[in-house]
């Protein structure tokens, strides 16, 4: 399981947001630059269609990272807390995954490069924030040859890995840390478009003017 929440940022806050990050997790980022292809079962796999995430790091090619997401949790707990929890299962593979998929019976549905920054940290629970570009591509894996989903916009996703026995804490320890981050943009759970906040400019020439100031 994964507790999640996605935000937006406009791309000239991305700086400040990094300074922020860096002063509050006390780590620096890491460089992000990931090849994302979607995969979709074909229909000899049965008649509820599965969706696979192959995951490249290009920073570093190996292992790729194979993902599934299932479903999210539901119920009335599940309304009342502020985080996304769902199902999701992480594995390690060599680059020859694919061809593996393909002969499976599984079909590329699209794909994306992700490039942008990384930040791991332990914060009331193993956290993880992205903050980057999302970009498509003009010919079949043509990762040199790509152009933004949405101009002067990044996202923004902060994920913590869960258990069905914490996920209420982490969900919590999530929440908290997302507080911090209030003043330039709105996390919320994936769907629920929220937009920019009115605040993310001056809350990012402070930033900036005094260098993110100490760890917390």
């Known amino acids: 399981m994964e507790c999640v929440v996605q935000g937006i940022i406009e ?39 599965s969706e696979i995430r192959l995951l490249c790091n290009l920073e570093h090619p190996e292992p790729w990272t194979v993902k599934h997401v299932g479903g999210a949790l539901r119920g009335a707990g599940a309304e009342q807390i502020s985080v996304l929890v769902r199902n999701m299962v992480e594995s390690k593979a060599s680059k020859n995954v694919l061809r593996l998929f393909y002969a499976l019976g599984y079909k590329l549905d699209h794909e994306l490069l992700r490039v942008g920054s990384a930040f791991h940290f332990k914060r009331g629970a193993w956290i993880t924030v992205t903050v980057s570009s999302i970009n498509k591509m003009l010919k079949l894996h043509a990762i040199d040859d790509t152009v933004p989903v949405t101009l002067g916009i990044q996202v923004v996703e902060v994920t913590a890995p869960a258990t069905s026995e914490n996920y209420s804490e982490v969900a919590a320890a999530v929440s908290s840390f997302c507080e911090y981050l209030a ?34």
């Not at 003043?183 to 005094?210: E, F, Q, R, Y």
């Open 11 to 49: 791309t000239q806050h991305v700086e400040a947001l990094e300074i922020l990050l860096q002063g509050l997790c006390g780590v620096h980022k890491e460089h992000l630059r990931v090849h994302e292809l979607y995969l979709k079962s074909g229909p000899n796999l049965g008649h509820v269609t």
């Open 183 to 216: 003043p330039l943009l709105h996390l919320s759970k994936p769907g629920v478009s929220t937009g920019v906040v009115p605040t993310a400019a001056a809350a990012a020439a402070s930033l900036m003017s005094d260098g993110g100031g100490t760890t917390l």
